[in-house]
């Protein structure tokens, strides 16, 4: 089998000797590509495909993967306030970072404490510690625990103090705790 069309300035796999002869039948297997079965269902395409009706699903798909990507699904969630659970092809270190962001985001546009914020996301302490310390902690944080040590932080405590005080991680909790919900010279 020749890979090329046979002229040398050409790419490897050029078609553009190929004659076709008769019309060709468009069968495209939807269940192969990412939510396109599930597109197809919500809006009753189906066989047979018109270019058209191919174009139009395609770009419908299209439209709902970069809503996805661009934080609408990506960093859900749910109407109701709380956090979905690991989405689809989420590891674990992505799940524990969009739970870390929402906490942080939904901690800065309210006034509550954190534990208030972290239950309000309709998550568990356990859910919260384990994010936090991607599953390395040491030892396990009550919720008044987690109020303290962002007091703590607010208060102005160094990274090695609260580290120190509270068994963090100067790489990782600690310095999240840090970085996120210290208080800021110029807004002091």
């Not at 396109?36 to 395609?58: H, N, R």
């Not at 699904?73 to 109407?79: I, P």
């Not at 524990?96 to 309000?120: L, M, Q």
């Not at 859910?127 to 040590?149: C, L």
Request: proline letters at 2%; aromatic letters at 12%; charged letters at 25%.
């Amino acid at each position: 089998m020749i890979d090329q069309c046979g002229i040398a300035d050409h790419e490897d796999g050029c078609l553009c000797d190929v004659i076709i002869t008769a019309p060709v039948t468009i069968m495209p297997e939807v269940a192969d590509l990412w939510m396109l079965q599930e597109v197809a269902e919500y809006f009753d395409y189906s066989i047979p495909w018109t270019p058209d009706k191919l174009l139009d699903l395609f770009e419908r798909l299209l439209v709902l993967h970069d809503k996805w990507i661009d934080g609408g699904y990506a960093k859900s969630v749910n109407n109701n306030g709380s956090i979905t659970g690991r989405l689809n092809q989420e590891t674990h270190f992505q799940y524990w970072k969009r739970v870390k962001e929402s906490v942080v985001d939904h901690y800065h546009s309210t006034n509550g404490t954190i534990a208030d914020t972290i239950k309000s996301l309709g998550l568990t302490i356990d859910d919260y510690n384990t994010a936090v310390s991607y599953n390395r902690g040491r030892r396990s944080y009550t919720w008044d625990d987690v109020n303290a040590i962002v007091q703590d932080v607010q208060d102005g405590i160094s990274l090695y103090k609260l580290c120190e005080k509270w068994g963090l991680s100067d790489r990782g909790a600690g310095k999240w705790y840090h970085e996120n919900f210290r208080i800021k010279e110029e807004s002091k």
